[in-house]
């Protein structure tokens, strides 16, 4: 009787890459992937999927690097990510040869113990919040251009305080309907916008990185990061000022 050798495979992470100036996924192609500073390999399942097979380990640091984008780093903990196969996105910031003609602006500098940086445009009205359901986490919304919400990350703006509370869609129901991934704490009201959020990069001696798209017309935004866990804001004019810092102070 012949012997049968059987291999077999784990499906240990699913990696989505997103251009977080867009929310567009990112393809694999070109990029370079290490676990723990070692190369590893990976298969790729479309729309900026990325499959790990076999990692032999539960906890790691992951780094991708790649021409277009600016490195990213992140600590992981698949046993963190839910039951299942674990999935997570991780947001890339266009660098200096991001292909084709997209056009950016930047705000960067050091400032010690920044953490969570992020961003949503101002003004951007398209989608407003009309009612709130704290018990389903369900929220509807006055989307009259009936626009795709297919992003991962978005926030609840107050105008009128100048600040967001940033969230998750864990499930769009239709155009008028999303479901949070937790309880929205802002006291709103029905002009408040539901806007995509862009993410920087912070690291630990201070140094943070934002990156939003110029499109040519108004490019203010209004941006968020944590100093010792107290979020703090600032509206950022690019037109008005060419190379914006947040050590200048935020409220």
Request: glycine letters at 10%.
């Amino acid at each position: 009787m012949e012997k049968t050798t059987v291999f077999t495979h784990s499906l240990d992470l699913a990696l989505r890459l997103v251009d977080t100036t867009s929310g567009r996924g990112v393809s694999g192609r070109g990029m370079a992937v290490r676990i723990d500073e070692k190369p590893v390999r990976f298969g790729e399942k479309g729309d900026g999927m990325l499959i790990f097979q076999n990692l032999g380990t539960r906890r790691f640091r992951l780094e991708i690097s790649s021409s277009a984008f600016e490195t990213a780093e992140r600590e992981v903990d698949l046993d963190a990510l839910g039951k299942g196969v674990p999935l997570l996105e991780l947001h890339l910031i266009p660098g200096p040869n991001y292909p084709g003609v997209a056009a950016f602006q930047t705000l960067e500098g050091t400032l010690p113990g920044i953490e969570n940086l992020s961003a949503v445009r101002v003004g951007d009205n398209a989608c407003l919040i009309r009612e709130f359901d704290p018990r389903k986490r369900l929220v509807k919304l006055f989307n009259p251009h009936h626009l795709a919400l297919d992003r991962v990350l978005y926030a609840l703006v107050d105008p009128d305080n100048g600040c967001y509370e940033p969230f998750q869609i864990v499930r769009t129901l239709d155009d008028q309907t999303i479901k949070t991934d937790r309880v929205l704490e802002t006291a709103f009201r029905n002009y408040f916008p539901i806007s995509p959020t862009v993410l920087g990069t912070c690291s630990g001696d201070g140094r943070y990185c934002l990156r939003v798209r110029d499109d040519g017309t108004a490019c203010k935004w209004l941006v968020r990061w944590e100093e010792q866990g107290t979020a703090r804001f600032r509206t950022v004019d690019f037109r008005q000022e060419p190379h914006p810092r947040l050590e200048e102070g935020g409220v």
